[in-house]
């Protein structure tokens, strides 16, 4: 259909412009024939004239009307000349030809002499009019009329015409058929492949600029890239989000209100070591984001105790400041009792939730005990909430899968609040959420936030069309929002990102060299070796399997890297009470011990496996040591690695290889954009990071340095908590205006 709309685009203009060339080209042609051939019969009746002079001078002379009356005829049987007649120099018919009309008078014949075309028109058919001096004696003032015979050059004008428009139509098929073929295989391949290379799309070798667009198409990126740089800088500071303007927003718009934010996974967890008790930060991408938020809002972190010296750190109420030994904000922990913790994370949320709304081909359980506990425990956050309130109307952030019922259930108890929910994780289609049994009542809880946020659009549309399948609810797409029950929900995108780091946090970081010399130095690689790295939960969705199947193709279909390319897999265990995480980590272990003894040699392993919790000191060092990072989830809200890898390259080099099915990919399109389910062209990624010239790097990373650096995590909560702002703002008009009526 596409490609129809794009020749149709071609070929109209080209009906048209034929169309007028047949109107304008045609009568031009007519007339410029006429006067040809009228000039060529002004010179043949000039000719006539003259050798008739001698004739007519003597038949004058001898006085015989008979005489010049034959000279007249004879004359006239030339097959174009018509007829002859004489005029006297008072306009007088003196003599013609038998063929002459006698309506046609000498004034007559004059004036139309006097005409560019000579032409007229008799009842018999169209004449050429030439006048001329009859004899040698041109004092006499007779002149000659000469009719000569205009219909063959209509006849040719006719041919003329026909032969033309053969042509016209002849040229405008070839040129028809000529756009028809560069449209399809130019305009489709072409421009697509161009689109795709500049989106860091199309990998696969079909899709690979050739050589001689090279140049064009380094040129076009460089000009998009002017003109976005032009862009940025003509939103001046308004685009720059940082702690303090997200602080600056919470005081003038949210009033200072009370902001409580509830998680499942706590920012900080303290565990019993040999040594005493230890802080870890966990690999969420949760925390990661909302960590430096809280941060900057300085209010209430409620989440789930899971540290096995949690319950040693805390107050009577079961709070503790953090972050330890400088504390911003105020950590609240929830204890759960085993069969809470299985039923409600392991069970409902992780294998039920999970994989329903990751769609990666794990099928979800539903169990009715898990779908009991995860009530209790959600009703047990809603009770915190409550008790952790200053006020009738705090701003409560509420986070994630875990806690589908908890924005009802808060709306109930503290229906002045403003609920913001965020789900991290993609939405799926109707079809796919409806094999939840409990999708109603999740849908419900949902529908108890004042705000409900996705990373993406997609996921917002996604939301909506599952809402309109299972609820009575009424639904203003105009507004992107859902009136349920009394309660209107707005249904917005908000990327998530993270926390830019500062100059003075990257003024601690060792240098690029130094990263490198420590990790090969640490895993005994070779000085030459290309490094790729992974970091990741161990998680089915993130495509690790698929990310090591590409390693063991590139290995096989380019050689040159055996020995070359080595590929580390950071891998921090993650849910390992569940079986299908378990059987993934083994198969994962069978993959890579399979590829290292298959290419692998003394001295010389191409896949390393580390599989344990890495903070972010070790996480930064990797990815600044690495020449490119591998993200290959087979379907992700957003992956926060990809962005984390990007703002550890100050040095703005390294490659940045994506999937697709990572919301993260809407974003980031100077990465190398790639299918994981498509191996080859996961490895071909691979091999096009690890031969990708210098400045080709610096080009990309800088833009998506740009683009993470803007669309920063302050920017995430900042354009929410506005959103919240103005909700809260026409909340307490609207109750002014009805205290107001009714007094
Ligand atoms: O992706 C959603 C998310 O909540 C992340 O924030 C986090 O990385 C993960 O899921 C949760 O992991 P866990 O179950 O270990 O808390």
């Known amino acids: 259909m596409k490609t ?388 009738e109307d705090p701003v409560v952030l509420v986070q994630d899968y875990h806690f589908a019922l908890l924005p009802q259930m808060i709306a109930e108890r503290l229906p002045r609040a403003t609920v913001l929910t965020f789900w991290h994780i993609p939405w799926p289609n109707p079809e796919s959420f409806g094999i939840c049994p409990w999708r109603r009542e999740i849908l419900q809880g949902m529908l108890g936030s004042t705000i409900l946020g996705f990373h993406t659009q997609f996921h917002c549309k996604n939301f909506i069309e599952t809402v309109d399948r299972y609820l009575e609810a009424r639904i203003e797409h105009e507004h992107s929002s859902i009136s349920f029950q009394g309660q209107e929900t707005l249904i917005a995108s908000y990327p998530i990102s993270i926390e830019w780091p500062s100059e003075a946090q990257r003024s601690a970081w060792p240098p690029v060299a130094e990263c490198r010399r420590r990790v090969f130095e640490r895993l005994g690689l070779a000085a030459d070796t290309c490094l790729a790295v992974g970091v990741d939960r161990f998680d089915y969705t993130k495509g690790i399997l698929e990310r090591l199947y590409a390693v063991e193709n590139l290995l096989d279909r380019y050689p040159q890297w055996r020995g070359r390319f080595v590929f580390v897999q950071v891998a921090a265990p993650t849910r390992s009470a569940l079986e299908e995480y378990r059987s993934f980590r083994e198969r994962i272990e069978r993959t890579a011990e399979r590829i290292d003894t298959r290419f692998g040699t003394p001295g010389y392993k191409p896949v390393h496996l580390l599989i344990e919790h890495h903070e972010h000191d070790a996480v930064n060092e990797l990815f600044r040591a690495a020449d490119m990072c591998v993200v290959t989830s087979l379907h992700d809200g957003m992956n926060l690695v990809s962005k984390e890898f990007v703002a550890a390259r100050d040095d703005v080099q390294g490659v940045l290889i994506l999937s697709r099915f990572a919301g993260a990919a809407r974003e980031m399109t100077e990465a190398l954009i790639v299918n994981p389910y498509h191996v080859e062209e996961s490895a071909d990624a691979l091999h096009r990071a690890a031969t990708m010239p210098v400045a080709e790097q610096r080009e990309r990373m800088g833009a998506l340095r740009m683009t993470v650096r803007e669309n920063n995590v302050y920017r995430w909560a900042g354009r929410m908590l506005a959103d919240a702002g103005r909700w809260r703002l026409r909340a307490r008009i609207e109750a002014r205006v009805q205290r107001y009526m009714q007094s």
């Not at 008979?66 to 004879?74: E, M, N, P, S, V």
């Not at 359980?365 to 995860?374: I, L, T």
Request: glycine share 8%.
């Open 4 to 391: 129809l709309q794009l020749q149709l685009r071609f070929l109209i203009p080209l009906l048209v412009a034929l169309v007028l060339a047949a109107l304008v080209v045609l009568p031009l042609m007519d007339r410029l024939n006429l006067r040809w051939f009228s000039r060529d019969l002004t010179i043949r009746g000039t000719l006539v004239a003259g050798a008739l002079a001698d004739s007519i001078d003597e038949a004058v002379a001898s006085g015989s009307t008979a005489r010049l009356q034959a000279l007249f005829d004879r004359t006239a049987r030339d097959e174009r000349l018509l007829a002859i007649g004489l005029c006297s120099k008072n306009g007088v018919l003196l003599r013609h030809s038998a063929a002459y009309p006698t309506s046609l008078t000498c004034a007559a014949a004059h004036t139309t002499a006097e005409q560019p075309d000579h032409r007229l028109e008799l009842p018999t058919g169209a004449v050429h009019v030439g006048v001329y001096p009859a004899g040698n004696n041109h004092a006499s003032g007779d002149t000659l009329v000469l009719l000569h015979d205009l219909s063959f050059v209509d006849r040719r004008s006719q041919d003329t015409r026909q032969y033309l428009v053969i042509f016209i139509i002849g040229l405008g098929l070839v040129i028809a058929l000529i756009t028809m073929v560069v449209a399809q295989l130019s305009w489709r391949g072409w421009v697509s492949g161009m689109r795709a290379i500049l989106r860091g799309e199309g990998l696969i070798r079909p899709l690979l600029p050739p050589p001689e667009l090279q140049p064009v198409v380094a040129e076009v990126r460089a000009r998009l890239r002017d003109l976005e740089d032009e862009f940025r800088r003509s939103q001046g500071l308004v685009t720059e989000w940082d702690a303090e303007r997200l602080r600056a927003l919470l005081h003038t718009q949210l009033r200072g209100d009370q902001v409580i934010v509830v998680s499942n996974r706590e920012p900080y967890i303290h565990e019993r070591g040999a040594d005493g008790v230890v802080v870890k930060r966990p690999a969420s991408g949760l925390v990661t984001a909302v960590e430096p938020v809280m941060r900057a809002c300085s209010g209430t972190w409620i989440a789930h105790g899971s540290g096995s010296a949690d319950r040693d750190v805390v107050d009577a109420n079961d709070r503790v400041g953090v972050p330890p030994g400088h504390p911003e904000y105020r950590l609240r922990r929830i204890w759960l009792s085993q069969a809470e913790e299985q039923g409600y994370y392991y069970g409902f949320a992780n294998e039920g939730l999970w994989p329903l709304c990751h769609v990666a081909h794990v099928r979800p359980v539903f169990r009715e005990a898990d779908w009991e506990q995860y009530r209790i425990v959600n009703q047990r956050f809603a009770d915190a909430v409550v008790q952790e309130a200053r006020g």
